[in-house]
């Protein structure tokens, strides 16, 4: 089925949203492993990035990051006034692992789970299969990674997590030993930055603490707001942001229309039990939960009509650019399928998934752009 029609029809957005003056020319779906055609070249309007530093942080609220009273994210609020500001931007879902993949292929597969024993059906066409087949330089880093393409579903210490790196999700590129390669620790790009060999698409993961995830000895879940744990979260990921932000803007790579986009994956959950998230609302094709699930021996069940969006909650969306708007905002309605539109826009790759449908989702252009 057409995914523009599939989208319209089973994965109802709960915000359409007005039309921004950049929003895109409907596109084929990028379903399963072929190969959509490509959308119409880069406008005008478009500015083309000489690099992408994508950085995805983890499970925090938007109101909890950019509250003026939060003295402890004092650097990501900086760069959230002085540059470009998504104010209306949500994860696609819960929980971590359907947000990374719906981020790099378009859809979440229908998956709200952390399973990594999922991997081999996530057997679909994703952003690595678009950078290989057009030629766009591409590497991962992960934070404490034990080794380039390393399978492990999580470390001893509980700080790198495969949930949370989604390269290594898919089969083409975790049975390619040369694509698993490109997926890589953190410390590789310190010497990338240094050496000037850094490819034109960077995908970063920080560990479980500096991500404000949690959940490790050396950084435990929080009990409360106000818990020393959510403190410490907050000061780790408000200085890894600055450290990794501040590196690549004085590196040889923050050339051209440069950009790195920050982003959490889906908002804040509960402190106490059942722990569950504090906010599903969401836009763009996020997942509507039908009224009652499908009942498969009978048919029946699966009604979207009084169901619910599952969405993944209001997160920031900062970019920052070299050349771009600075001290701007913009609300239209986006979440990660619009970061993968952008994605694919500027390297003018097919749009796959629901990325494809511009009905609902719009890219981050309005943020890019140049005075």
């Not at 399963?32 to 530093?53: E, I, L, R």
């Not at 500001?85 to 993949?101: D, K, W």
């Not at 889906?266 to 998230?277: L, Q, V």
Request: proline share 8%; aromatic share 8%; net charge negative.
């Amino acid at each position: 089925m057409n995914l523009r029609l599939f989208g319209l029809i089973a994965l109802a957005c709960a915000c359409t949203g007005a039309v921004v003056a950049f929003a895109l020319p409907a596109a084929a779906s990028g379903h399963g492993k072929g190969h959509p055609p490509t959308p119409p070249g880069n406008s005008a309007g478009f500015p083309h990035m000489d690099h992408v530093f994508v950085i995805m942080m983890e499970n925090t609220a938007y109101s909890d990051l950019l509250d003026p009273s939060n003295t402890n994210t004092t650097f990501i609020q900086s760069i959230a006034s002085k540059y470009g500001l998504e104010t209306n931007y949500s994860g696609v879902t819960h929980v971590s692992l359907p947000n990374y993949i719906a981020a790099t292929s378009g859809s979440n597969w229908g998956s709200n789970s952390d399973d990594v024993a999922q991997a081999p059906l996530f057997d679909h066409t994703n952003l690595v299969d678009q950078f290989e087949q057009s030629h766009v330089s591409w590497k991962a880093y992960m934070e404490d990674l034990p080794s380039p393409g390393d399978t492990v579903a999580q470390t001893s210490d509980g700080l790198y997590v495969r949930k949370h790196d989604p390269f290594l999700m898919y089969p083409d590129v975790y049975n390619n030993p040369a694509r698993a390669n490109n997926v890589v620790p953190l410390t590789q790009l310190t010497t990338d930055l240094s050496t000037n060999k850094v490819p034109q698409f960077v995908w970063i993961t920080p560990n479980q603490c500096n991500n404000m995830h949690g959940g490790t000895a050396s950084c435990p879940f929080p009990d409360s707001p106000t818990d020393a744990n959510q403190v410490a979260l907050y000061q780790d990921g408000d200085s890894f942001l600055h450290t990794w932000v501040t590196a690549i803007m004085h590196s040889k790579a923050w050339t051209g229309n440069s950009a790195i986009f920050v982003t959490w994956d889906e908002s804040s959950f509960a402190d106490d039990a059942p722990f569950g998230p504090n906010d599903t609302s969401g836009c763009c094709d996020a997942p509507r939960l039908p009224a009652t699930p499908p009942n498969p021996s009978s048919g029946g069940g699966g009604d979207l009509a009084g169901g619910s969006v599952y969405g993944g909650g209001h997160v920031p969306m900062i970019v920052i650019t070299r050349n771009g708007h600075h001290a701007s905002t913009d609300d239209t309605p986006t979440n990660h399928y619009s970061l993968l539109q952008t994605i694919e826009r500027n390297w003018n790759l097919p749009y796959l998934g629901n990325a494809s449908d511009t009905l609902q989702v719009h890219s981050l252009a309005p943020l890019l752009k140049g005075h």
